[in-house]
């Protein structure tokens, strides 16, 4: 892993090498340390200071607000108390240990939530993938992608169970953003989506949970091959 110290020094010989600028300052300056951040370039915890970044890239405070603004709704930089913004620490063990406790828990909620499900449990679902089919915006994907998901799980009739569930459906929230980021937009598994719903709908538990299971399979070991590459 690289030394945050030194990160923002080795951004700055790299600019010149990253191809032609984007059309507006704000598009240049995200999409620059977007690729600084998911190619390792910039260290997790680096600081990202806007009057350094400004004079960096040659712009204004502005557009490095906004730019830094679009990457904490990619899960790709945090605004830390007294310290500002800094590149998100994020690594493929924390991914694993979400996704392997999302594994553990969301197919036994699942199991519990089908049987009570009604037809407006299935309808606000629908919805919601409709939604999901036409947002662009990563931080509201995120969010309704959770919302998804614990519409299937919500008639489980367990509350603190639903809510240790809902937890790790959040925090899951943050590697979902950064894994499109890395990945693109295409990467949302809306048919897995639709095919947990068929079999949710039809009340086929022992199908929904397989669905959900590879579902999230799929999710982790997208994101483990991710880091591998980074390294």
Wanted: negative net charge; proline residues 4%.
């Amino acid at each position: 892993m690289s030394d945050p110290q030194n990160s923002l020094a080795a951004l700055a010989d790299w600019l010149g090498e990253s191809g032609p600028r984007p059309r507006t300052a704000t598009e240049f300056v995200e999409a620059r340390l977007r690729q600084a951040i998911l190619s390792g370039k910039l260290a997790p915890g680096t600081a990202l200071r806007q009057e350094e970044l400004a004079t960096l890239f040659g712009v204004s405070r502005m557009p490095v607000r906004e730019a830094l603004r679009q990457l904490e709704a990619q899960a790709l930089v945090d605004f830390e108390p007294h310290k500002g913004a800094v590149v998100t620490e994020i690594s493929a063990a924390d991914a694993a240990d979400n996704y392997a406790i999302r594994r553990a828990l969301e197919p036994a909620a699942l199991a519990l939530s089908i049987p009570s499900l009604t037809d407006s449990d299935f309808e606000r679902a629908e919805d919601l993938l409709s939604e999901l089919d036409g947002e662009a915006d990563q931080a509201r994907l995120g969010d309704l992608n959770r919302r998804f998901h614990l519409c299937l799980y919500g008639a489980a009739g367990h509350p603190k169970f639903l809510a240790l569930v809902a937890t790790q459906l959040a925090a899951g929230d943050r590697y979902l953003r950064f894994h499109l980021a890395a990945r693109g937009r295409d990467h949302m598994a809306q048919d897995e989506h639709r095919a947990l719903l068929a079999a949710a709908r039809a009340r086929d538990v022992e199908t929904a949970q397989a669905v959900l299971r590879r579902h999230l399979d799929v999710a982790a070991a997208s994101i483990a091959r991710f880091f591998a590459e980074r390294r």
